[in-house]
């Protein structure tokens, strides 16, 4: 069994205890993580601490040098990355490939982005213009349903504007992230990346720490808020990727047959353990029963077990405590008067397997519809009146992503432009890309990620105004 170690101040270290990482689709231990006390904490934001002074100074060119060294690393470690994916979080190794590669894409995409320093005023008495300074020291917090895409969405950008980053994966999975935070040693000046993994309590380290300056997380809503309370006493910046539940419309004039596969891998893509997935489908009466008929016919193609295995294309919910939320969720759709047409039951036997499930004929108020499931189970509300159907969508909390799927593109277009989400698609679902800005709506987060917006978030815009005379 390989060793995994922390990275702090350029050099690797255990730590006085370690937890089991699972292969969620055998229950049995992948690896044996490291778990980081409160003095190695502070020792990776004093070592960070340092390393700012000089790479906050260098460069933009050594910077970018630096993280294509570090993409060049992943490259040169792409299979054994993919397949230790694969073991701690479950999906098919095929898809650790795509986000390993999807990571790549992502880094060129980042270091061909530069922000904008104009000048304002120029005229006789002055010159102002403004600039992006680095805020300091990043924390950055990464959830386990992607946890390799998610990490190097937040390291690259906090490098590239010159700060330097204490990075926590998830608990469920930190081995990939240990490793990458090996491999960043290659690439990047001692202290400037540093990584820890350890279980809540860090996190909770981490948001209140005042050698932080900034938290970048992704997860539920609920340990946002919680990162929120903490890192008040000091005023951390926070740019906060949070829980979506997110809806599609489908309106009476859709061509059913080429959408039902799309919709399919809007929803269970990942085994649905997306924040963008589709949680909630709302169908028109006219065409609901063909739409719901479509998606079950199409799952019975679908493979889902061990992720190692060929043919494999779904894998497991990743970790008892998502497991159980989805069959109480199953548990509840029933009781609530829903029928699934397909699954509704796990797997039974070892991992947490729990098959595609699509229930029908369940009220807008039941607990599947208005909590975020992050499983392989979809409910299909029928509605017969678009505005009550936009009305349900809008009434949550949350406001991650939605869609409209038509037929008629100026309809669905004016529909998707009243949705309140940070996303709106139109027939499409769950296209989040580098080059396009990223964040929720209410409380699906603060901030946004990608594009310049998202270099921004990891600045202190400074003006500068200088008298001529």
């Not at 998502?322 to 797997?347: H, W």
């Not at 939605?402 to 004016?414: H, I, K, N």
């Not at 009243?418 to 964040?439: I, Q």
């Not at 990620?449 to 003006?463: D, I, N, S």
Request: charged fraction near 20%; hydrophobic fraction near 45%.
């Amino acid at each position: 069994m390989a060793e995994f170690k922390l990275t702090i101040d350029g050099r690797v270290e255990d730590a006085e205890g370690t937890f089991a990482v699972l292969n969620p689709a055998h229950e049995t231990v992948v690896g044996q993580a490291p778990d980081a006390s409160r003095e190695q904490l502070d020792r990776a934001v004093a070592a960070a601490r340092a390393a700012f002074v000089g790479w906050r100074d260098t460069a933009r060119e050594q910077r970018v040098a630096a993280i294509n060294a570090f993409a060049g690393a992943i490259t040169d470690n792409l299979d054994d990355l993919a397949r230790l994916l694969t073991l701690e979080q479950g999906k098919p190794l095929q898809e650790a490939h795509n986000e390993l590669q999807a990571c790549l894409g992502w880094i060129d995409a980042f270091v061909h982005t530069e922000l904008s320093e104009p000048v304002l005023v120029d005229d006789a008495e002055s010159l102002i213009s403004y600039r992006h300074r680095p805020l300091g020291v990043v924390g950055g917090i990464t959830p386990w349903n992607a946890p390799v895409l998610v990490a190097c969405n937040k390291l690259i950008p906090a490098v590239q504007t010159g700060n330097t980053v204490v990075l926590k994966p998830s608990p469920y999975t930190p081995l990939s992230t240990l490793k990458l935070g090996e491999l960043a040693q290659q690439a990047f000046p001692a202290g400037v990346v540093n990584v820890l993994s350890g279980g809540n309590e860090l996190g909770r380290w981490m948001s209140e720490h005042p050698g932080i300056d900034k938290l970048s997380f992704t997860g539920s809503t609920a340990t946002g808020k919680a990162i929120m309370r903490s890192g008040a006493d000091n005023l951390k910046r926070l740019t906060l990727e949070l829980g979506g539940n997110d809806a599609a419309i489908v309106l009476d004039d859709v061509d059913v047959p080429a959408v039902v596969e799309k919709l399919f891998w809007g929803a269970f893509y990942n085994s649905g353990q997306i924040c963008t997935a589709i949680k909630r489908m709302y169908v028109h009466a006219d065409i609901h029963d063909a739409i719901a008929q479509g998606l079950v016919q199409y799952s019975q193609y679908i493979e889902m077990g061990d992720g190692t295995r060929e043919g494999v294309v779904l894998g497991p919910v990743q970790n008892k405590m998502q497991f159980d939320k989805v069959c109480a969720l199953a548990a509840s759709a029933r009781q609530a008067g829903g029928r699934f047409l397909c699954g509704g039951e796990p797997r039974g036997g070892a991992g947490y397997f729990f098959p595609v499930s699509i229930v029908v004929d369940l009220p807008n108020d039941a607990r599947l519809v208005q909590e975020e499931q992050f499983g392989p189970i979809l409910p299909l509300i029928r509605y017969t009146d678009v505005e009550q159907a936009l009305a349900w969508v809008n009434a949550g909390r949350q406001g991650l992503g939605g869609s409209v799927w038509s037929a008629d593109l100026a309809r669905a277009e004016a529909l998707a432009r009243r949705l309140e989400s940070g996303s709106a698609w139109v027939n499409k679902h769950m296209d989040v890309r580098p080059d396009v800005p990223f964040g929720g709506a209410r409380e699906s987060g603060l901030g946004m990620e990608h594009t310049a917006l998202g270099l921004a978030e990891y600045t202190q815009l400074q003006v500068l105004n200088i008298a001529k005379q």
